[in-house]
């Protein structure tokens, strides 16, 4: 016995519809073909199951009882058809996402939550980078994407921008310009500040320490070094302690605030941005979902 999904297919629709002509309408081809196929159903079969009457065409005694199992097996092979391109597209396994140590905020959790709603079967695994590895371990494929602060000077990266937002002024509580309701770079022309020590990471060495230095300046001051901080716990104790002033995102304030030190709005530094990165010759499945969803969210925030 042979008998073709086409042979179940155009069996139901003679009988749902009573007609030749309108079953084949129905399913696109001729009146000789549709009948072609019927009869080699009921050869199959060894029954007979239409009739065509005066009335029209009508199902035997053996068509009634074949054609619930022939809807039966149709509408099985389409939820087949359906769970299997649903599991085709489930994306699974394992990420590993680099967390820049300047990252920390609403954003970049927002990205997080929003990854795992969207690829539960996913297994995430989150690695800390210090302020020496802006890269966040893509470049020795420690990590297969990451939430980091630009700029990332190095070849192969991927990086789209997540969130943008202004830098602050971070200063010891007791210096003469804390009490200040914003500062400009002119204002603390000639101060010490806390760097970020140069990348480790194959990262242009000063391209990431020199952007929250604001290098080269419009008034062409070059800011004294009074110490370097690979963490932010060092960056806040070295600030706390008088070694030197820096600039943050303005949502650090958040998670960073402490009494003895203040944040002050920045009038003339440029803006950070969050970005997720990658190697863009990355395009496995996963890799590709963190971006898209991250993507999501820069348009959500928009």
Not at 116 to 129: D, K, Q, S, W
Not at 160 to 165: I, N, P
Not at 286 to 293: E, I, N, Q, R, T
């Amino acid at each position: 016995m042979n008998i073709e999904m086409r042979h179940l297919r155009y069996f139901v629709a003679v009988a749902e519809e009573a007609s030749f002509t309108a079953a084949a309408q129905r399913v696109y081809v001729t009146q000789q073909v549709l009948s072609t196929q019927i009869r080699q159903l009921e050869d199959a079969v060894g029954a007979r199951l239409l009739e065509r009457t005066s009335r029209g065409v009508v199902l035997t005694a053996a068509g009634a009882a074949f054609l619930g199992y022939a809807r039966d097996a149709l509408t099985a092979v389409e939820r087949g058809v359906m769970a299997a391109r649903n599991a085709a597209s489930v994306v699974s396994g394992r990420l590993t996402v680099g967390l820049s140590a300047a990252t920390g905020g609403a954003a970049r959790t927002r990205v997080l939550a929003a990854f795992e709603r969207a690829c539960p079967e996913v297994t995430v695994r989150l690695l800390a980078y210090d302020l020496a590895q802006p890269a966040a371990g893509l470049l020795d494929h420690g990590t297969d994407v990451a939430l980091l602060r630009p700029p990332v000077s190095a070849p192969g990266l991927a990086v789209e921008r997540v969130a943008e937002e202004p830098r602050v002024f971070v200063l010891p509580s007791g210096h003469p310009l804390a009490s200040r309701s914003s500062l400009g770079l002119a204002d603390v022309a000639g101060l010490p500040w806390v760097a970020a020590p140069l990348a480790e990471d194959g990262c242009a060495p000063s391209a990431f320490r020199d952007d929250w230095l604001v290098l080269p300046r419009p008034g062409g001051d070059v800011p004294v070094i009074g110490a370097v901080a690979r963490t932010i716990e060092e960056w806040r104790e070295h600030i706390a302690a008088g070694r030197g002033i820096s600039l943050c995102p303005a949502s650090s304030e958040a998670f960073s605030a402490r009494p003895d030190i203040v944040f002050v709005p920045a009038r003339d530094a440029p803006p950070t941005s969050l970005c997720v990165a990658w190697r863009a010759d990355d395009l496995r499945p996963a890799v590709m979902s963190f971006v898209k969803v991250a993507a999501g969210v820069a348009a959500d925030s928009a």
